[in-house]
């Protein structure tokens, strides 16, 4: 006798307002991220409309649609693709009858299942419950995690008090948590020898595969949205000679919610700190444009807009060679998966990145030899000389270290 096969916890009904063209893709997208979350998409409902309902998103004729929808096709969930506000919630649950889900909390349920350290599973938990807090009133929903389906799973097995009161110190404890991993972040970041290149991008542009092709990292590189949640950063050697930090961030999405932006901070402001940034898009994607704006949009948010960028126009290989794609002067296009023109990336990244060595001629007595590793592993040295004073060492120097190493400049003239 077959196996019975299991059925998806969320059999799903998506439903969105259509007002042009990036409002059809955003639904597209939705349909990728709820398949993401583990739901079976069992219709697609939109509706044009200048503005949203303020009492049920849609219009009251079309939710009832939807009800009738839903119990034909057997859903138990309609995911909305924006934010809802508790009334909307509130009214569309006694119509429909179904769990009613909306684009953040969504999101939130992927990044629950992806999230994997301590840290990631703090901004995750912390943006759930600021989400779920002024949508409490009135609806007596209790927040399982023993159950299965979208909006259910988050940190820990255990179930969690609905009690207000008790969600507010929650996420008073949360803040400080995260707080505190924030100022670690200042001190490790202050520490570094080594300037910072972010990846950023939209979520599955290939920011995971290229640091991989990069570093050989090993990160997870599935094709599927939010792959990568936790910051991953590796060593990189420059074709200058110069070493980097490598660090891959979480991708970005279409109508990311002031909750994620704010829970996220901590990771974002590594972005934000970065000496440069390569802003990874998915070439093949016809809606490249849209997601470059948006990767910009919150970049902007973020107050990393001024930081010197590259564009890696990723996944060339899927592209048709008559297709042109976009002018920009610090554009590359690449194929992280094949390494085509990774070569070229790098050397982009060398005129590009913000230079952080001076050219110096240094005399190191010979007491002090144990300097010149650090001279070596911070710079590029062009010329060395044993004299009967000490070691002379020309090159480029690393600026920081120089500044220590200042009683040692040596001027050649002299002699």
Known sequence: MPLETRKPATRAILAGLISGVSEQQTLEELALLAETAGAEVLA???????????????????????????EFLGANAVIFDDDLTPVQIRNLEDII??????RTTLVLDIFAQRARSLEGKIQVELAQL???????????????????????????????????????????????ELERIRKNRELLRSSRKYPVVSLVGYTNAGKSTLMNALTG???????????????????????????????????????????????FKATLEEVKESDLLILVADASNPAVDEEIATVRAVL?????????????????????????LINDKNAVEISALKGTNLDLLLKKMCVLLPQTREHASLL??????????????????????YRPEGIEIEGMIDSILLRKLRKYLFDRSCF
Not at 46 to 69: C, F, H, N, W
Not at 97 to 102: A, K, L, R, V, Y
Not at 133 to 145: A, C, H, I, N, Y
Request: net charge positive.
């Open 217 to 263: 990292a090993g990160v997870s590189a599935n094709d599927r949205l939010f792959d990568t949640l936790d910051t991953t950063t590796r060593a990189l050697v420059l074709p200058d000679g110069r070493k980097v930090l490598l660090s891959d961030t979480v991708g970005f999405i279409r109508k990311l919610s002031h909750e994620i932006v704010e829970a």
């Open 130 to 176: 600021q989400h779920l807090l002024p949508r409490l009133t009135g609806k007596g929903v209790e927040l399982s995690r023993e159950g299965g389906g979208i909006g259910t799973r988050g940190p820990g097995e255990t179930k969690l008090e609905t009690d207000r009161r008790h969600i507010r110190r929650r996420i008073s404890y949360l803040k400080r």
């Open 44 to 70: 697609k409902v939109t509706q044009k409309r200048p503005s949203k309902d303020p009492a049920y998103y849609l219009g009251l004729g079309k939710v009832r649609e939807i009800a009738q929808m839903a």
């Open 97 to 102: 009858g179904t769990q009613i889900i909306d």
């Open 364 to 385: 190191i007595p010979y007491e002090y030899g144990f300097l010149l590793d650090d001279i070596y592993e911070n710079g590029k040295v062009e010329r060395e000389e």
């Open 300 to 324: 902007k948010e973020i107050q990393a807009s001024d930081i010197p960028s590259i564009l890696a126009l990723n996944k060339i290989d899927k592209l048709d060679c008559s297709k042109p």
